[in-house]
């Protein structure tokens, strides 16, 4: 890594990692059933749990950055009117050991064809 990190011009704490690690673990259930009996409709909440570290172990002569020691918890909602259509809401609680993490709201429309 010490080369690549050379010939991409990087030092300090611009390292690329020697290891990288991290999980994330994901659930969502469809409370649309229990909400309208018999309806093609689906409704989700989620929530998914992750924890990552892309600088675990860096070349010698480079410093770890703490921002990228990471953890987020995504708290949102997934709703299908369609089963090729989605629409998607989100809010990303963000955590790092430099406390520069930045909170995040998401909101998507997805079709599948």
């Not at 070349?59 to 369609?82: E, I, M, Q, S």
């Amino acid at each position: 890594m010490a080369s690549l990190n050379g010939a991409l011009g990087l030092s300090g704490s611009k390292s690329v990692g020697e290891t990288q690690n991290g999980f994330y673990v994901t659930a969502a259930y469809d409370i649309m059933p229990h909400l309208i009996k018999g309806t093609s409709h689906y409704l989700a909440p989620f929530v998914q749990y992750e924890q990552f570290n892309t600088q675990d172990e860096v070349p010698t002569g480079f410093a770890k950055d703490p921002a990228r020691d990471r953890t987020n918890v995504t708290l949102g909602l997934t709703y299908k009117p369609h089963p090729n259509v989605a629409f998607k809401f989100d809010y990303v609680d963000r955590d790092n050991e430099a406390d520069t993490a930045v909170n995040q709201f998401n909101l998507a429309v997805n079709y599948l064809f």
